[in-house]
């Protein structure tokens, strides 16, 4: 259930730049996983960076990862469980610890017919650990939404079919969200994107460096339909998976998926029965509740088309089959073992190279979280976010903001209008906190102890009916797109905002107990990732109201994107692994906003000194400790196949690509480590790119 909804949460999020990619924390090395913020804020030692995780023998100027990090990460074990580990994991498994203690509670005290929230959360939770009666019930709660799909037999009802997956855990080929129009975000609109592939990215379909894993992927659907008892499965296998690379084939690259204009594209409903005829748009919407809209936002418009065209000239015992896997798919881990299993060989172990699952009591937490996440949200902040550390927090956002002022007045690239419209946008700019304003009501949702499958199913579409709710009214800007329990932070464009959630807001990111400059280097340095991402390559498309808009000059356009285009061209010649490079356009605005959050927290810091010299820590400086505490938050681990997908997939640039990438283009990094002509980050001050 969790995944299903994390789909619908993905589409949401897809107008917003994110810190992270899911959840991944740090700790330190041997030491078990921090039960406080205490404990975990002296994982890094008096004044807030663990200075035994470094390598001294590495040249700063070499690789300032390395230096800063590499003893830690070298000695750093991803436990079984994880794709991944460093400074986002363990924060987000502190995260689930805390919630898991709470939903333990919640749920000592069980009831037949749950009505308070708290009520909810502990047989929602009860009803996922208890696998005796999920292993009793077998396949048997796949039955009625199978039974849909055995009775499609015309292109009508498959088009139907779809638009009920935003209630249910079926399969679409289109993302469908409710969210503010893009050049009216006073109003929501319904939005559609590309879908329908269960790899990761149009890449494992089409280039012979996943062959391999395309190869796995087909015997895993042959397995899915074989646990169902589908017909001909490994045949309808071999379908399903041809299917899907036709897909892939008229599928925008994610790169392409960025522009938010080139993604706005305004249709009437019947313009797009007349664009695509072959698919029956009225049933589709009318599957999802939406039969009078009258008007669509369709995001990658020619490939939107041609699924509609490749679903028209594919047959119906295909398109049957690629319903049925992907429903088991998306229902996996609420099904008995041997699907459980199944779907983890093949997403957890081919794919990211994880050894073992998730034990059930946190996959448990996990998916409680995803179904009620704002009402386990307010318990958690109550318990673990002090009014104390919001005041700190919003003090220096305070601080990063007012440095961004002065950099954008003194900008010497952007002409005077341009510089007008920034400031205006700047001033306009939102901060929200640790938690939203106001919470969600779940008093709708229905959970009924022993019926996992059920209860996760209702969440679905009640997150669905909300979202409805929402069309023909104001749009809310108090709402989040995440929890308060999670490990990121993002920005919003519609909103001209920036989120915190409180479960970020903590070592090493956070660091009541630091020095200064670790904490502007640290928290200073996300503030201002996420301030800059509303002037990244595509942030800065977007008004000071939210609206997409053309507010730059053309000249000054120009000379932006000259600039970003060499800060992709550095990133771009980065190789992870043999053959495999950073895509710079995937990540362009993550590095815009690495570069611009970094500088900015350095600048935060200097004006905090009011003039004062930086006290010398250890032998080290202000100014180094400000880059010592970014690049501690990026002290992670990969394991390869997990690094691979993430190149390809992910926005975001590999940890050590966030830390010396960004560097090597800011002239006080060389001053305060003696970087010298000839060491391997060194670039000439004419090579070095400042945007922000």
Known sequence: ?????????????????????????????????????????????????????????????????????????????????????????????????????????????????????????????????????????????????????????????????????????????????????PKDPTVYSVQLAQSGLGLPDRDYYLKPEFAEKKAAYQSYVGQMLDLIGWPESQLQAEAVVNFETAIAR???????????????????????????????????????????????????????????????????????AWLAFHLVDNAAALLPKRFVDAHFAFAGKTLTGQPENLPREKLAATATSSAMGMALGEIYVGKYFTPADRATVRSLTDDLKAVFRIRLAHNGWMSEPTKQEALKKLDMFAVQIGYPNKWRDYSGLVVHPGDLYGNSERSVGFEWSYWLGHLGKSVDRDEWDMTPQTVNAYNNPPFDEVVFPAAILQPPFFNRAADPAINYGAIGGVIGHEMTHSFDDQGRKYDETGKLRDWWTAEDAKRFDARAARLGAQFSAMEPFPGLHINGQLTMGENIADLGGLTLGLDAYHASLHGHPAPVIDGLSGDQRVFLGWAQVWRAKLRDDAAKQRLVSDPHSPPMARVNGPMRNIDAWYAAWHVEPGEAMYLAPADRVQIW
């Open 250 to 320: 008229k599928s925008w690259t994610r790169a392409e998926s960025r522009d938010p204009d080139k993604t706005y594209n305004p249709m009437s409903v019947d313009d797009v029965v007349r664009a695509a005829p072959g698919f029956d748009w009225h049933a589709y919407l009318a599957g999802a509740d939406l039969g009078s809209t009258t008007n669509v936002v369709l995001g990658e418009k020619s490939a939107i088309i041609d699924e509609a065209a490749i679903a028209a000239g594919t047959d119906l015992a295909t398109l049957r």
């Open 1 to 181: 259930m969790e995944r299903r909804v994390a789909l619908i949460r993905r589409a949401r999020l897809l107008a917003t730049a994110t810190l992270c990619l899911g959840s991944v924390q740090a700790m330190a090395q041997g030491a078990p996983l921090a039960a406080t913020a205490t404990a975990a804020a002296s994982a890094y030692g008096p004044w807030g960076f663990n200075l035994k995780g470094q390598d001294l023998s590495v040249v700063p100027g070499d690789n300032f990862f390395e230096r800063a990090n590499g003893t830690y990460v070298r000695d750093l074990v991803i436990p079984s469980d994880h794709s991944s580990w460093g400074a986002f994991n363990i924060l987000a498994e502190l995260s689930r610890d805390r919630t898991r203690a709470i939903l333990e509670e919640l749920a000592k005290t069980p009831s037949q017919e749950p009505t308070t929230i708290g009520q909810k959360l502990g047989a929602f939770y009860a009803t996922y650990l208890d696998a005796a009666t999920v292993e009793r019930k077998g396949a048997g709660p796949l039955a009625p939404d199978l039974d849909q799909i055995t009775k499609v037999v015309d292109r009508s009802q498959f088009a139907h079919l779809l638009g009920t997956a935003q209630r249910n855990f079926q399969s679409s080929l289109y993302g469908m969200v409710i969210a503010p129009d």
